[in-house]
């Protein structure tokens, strides 16, 4: 049971039903997501929901695209000297009314800043954080279909971002860097293997670690 | 090679050492950390100090226990409606001239805070969420060997949580959440399988992933 933003193939509750269906008729029941459950994933949510209908659950980690996307980029998210910890929000939300995520303190936190969820609406997103008093010279870096043969990573700044990426058509699903850690990815791509670069084994091991198959959009 | 608080088994230089004389003698070798090598791993940090040894390397993400803690003891990071973000900093300096994190702002944030590394000076690191005006009676936990048969997590306030855990010894590695979201833990409990309580088959699975065996005290 797949999903793409959009493209709702099976509405949430129905899913739920399956899932609760299909253990009650006796069988053990995975529920794949991309990424991890419980990072924007509804995990616990519908872990709730099943045992609402009576049927126990069991949450297993899995690999962020919070953490892997930038990784896989070259950009760790911590470094000595550099960031000494990181901030991971959605960006399905900017500004206004629908907006839960404090973008005053995440636009001065001094580690660095993930957004998942975030490219569809990039300018806005790195706006806000300028409104809040970030600098539009803060390294910036986006990372599309991480782990994926077609990934693809732009760097620049949170002031050049949004237009490099518009001009390169990059996509969902995505994830946005914010920070000095940003600046790594010169020296450690020249050092590193990219997944592109990779023999075919070691990069479908990779991918399928990072981006388990069979879910698309979540970006968890 | 591994290593624990206090316990250094080999500098990390010679460390860096053996991996290049591996990787010149046509070898292909796998440093394996516990969890994330960029999160607090040093993972970009070997890398290029390998690189400038003339040693190409490729970073594999993990399952960090920033994430699999929280949730392997059924506490979601992130909940909808109870917090849209998370906020993950190290507990190794506290206040005074070593402190790289800035405890005011991760005081302020209303999402899920994972502090790693905290364990031996839990006090001291909630005392300073209170100074800088985080409510003693926010919720808090600690999760001690998750993932593992002797997995133990205590829940109870900002406040309270130093003097429970000291009771109930709770040593390192441990990781520490603060925020609402702690309180899905009665919720979930009920609910989930535990590790302790899934079948041996099972729990080897999880703890396999979420803490490879042969690190033990890296807490990324």
């Given at each position: 049971v797949g999903r793409r933003i959009g493209h709702v193939v099976l509405p949430h509750e129905q899913v739920i039903d399956l899932l609760a269906q299909a253990a009650r008729d006796g069988r053990h029941v995975v529920r794949l997501k991309g990424g991890d459950p419980v990072v924007f994933g509804r995990g616990a949510e519908e872990a709730l929901e099943l045992a609402r209908r009576g049927v126990s659950a069991e949450l297993v980690p899995g690999i962020s695209s919070a953490i892997a996307a930038p990784e896989l980029a070259g950009i760790p998210l911590t470094h000595r000297g550099v960031a000494s910890g990181f901030l991971v929000v959605t960006g399905?939300?900017?500004?206004?009314?629908?907006?839960?995520?404090d973008w005053e303190l995440a636009a001065s936190f001094s580690g660095t800043l993930v957004i998942l969820m975030g490219a569809t609406r990039l300018a806005e997103l790195l706006g806000t954080l300028c409104v809040h008093g970030?600098?539009?010279s803060t390294p910036a870096a986006i990372v599309q279909h991480?782990?994926?043969?077609?990934q693809r990573v732009l760097t620049g700044t949170v002031g050049n971002l949004p237009a490099l990426a518009d001009m390169a058509g990059i996509g969902t699903p995505a994830v946005v860097i914010v920070g000095e850690?940003?600046?790594?990815r010169e020296r450690t791509r020249r050092h590193l293997e990219a997944p592109s670069e990779r023999s075919d084994d070691a990069c479908r091991s990779v991918r399928r670690r990072a981006v388990p198959s069979g879910v698309t959009g979540d970006q968890g």
């Amino acid at each position: 049971v797949g999903r793409r933003i959009g493209h709702v193939v099976l509405p949430h509750e129905q899913v739920i039903d399956l899932l609760a269906q299909a253990a009650r008729d006796g069988r053990h029941v995975v529920r794949l997501k991309g990424g991890d459950p419980v990072v924007f994933g509804r995990g616990a949510e519908e872990a709730l929901e099943l045992a609402r209908r009576g049927v126990s659950a069991e949450l297993v980690p899995g690999i962020s695209s919070a953490i892997a996307a930038p990784e896989l980029a070259g950009i760790p998210l911590t470094h000595r000297g550099v960031a000494s910890g990181f901030l991971v929000v959605t960006g399905q939300h900017a500004a206004g009314p629908g907006a839960r995520v404090d973008w005053e303190l995440a636009a001065s936190f001094s580690g660095t800043l993930v957004i998942l969820m975030g490219a569809t609406r990039l300018a806005e997103l790195l706006g806000t954080l300028c409104v809040h008093g970030r600098s539009p010279s803060t390294p910036a870096a986006i990372v599309q279909h991480a782990g994926r043969p077609e990934q693809r990573v732009l760097t620049g700044t949170v002031g050049n971002l949004p237009a490099l990426a518009d001009m390169a058509g990059i996509g969902t699903p995505a994830v946005v860097i914010v920070g000095e850690v940003v600046t790594l990815r010169e020296r450690t791509r020249r050092h590193l293997e990219a997944p592109s670069e990779r023999s075919d084994d070691a990069c479908r091991s990779v991918r399928r670690r990072a981006v388990p198959s069979g879910v698309t959009g979540d970006q968890g």
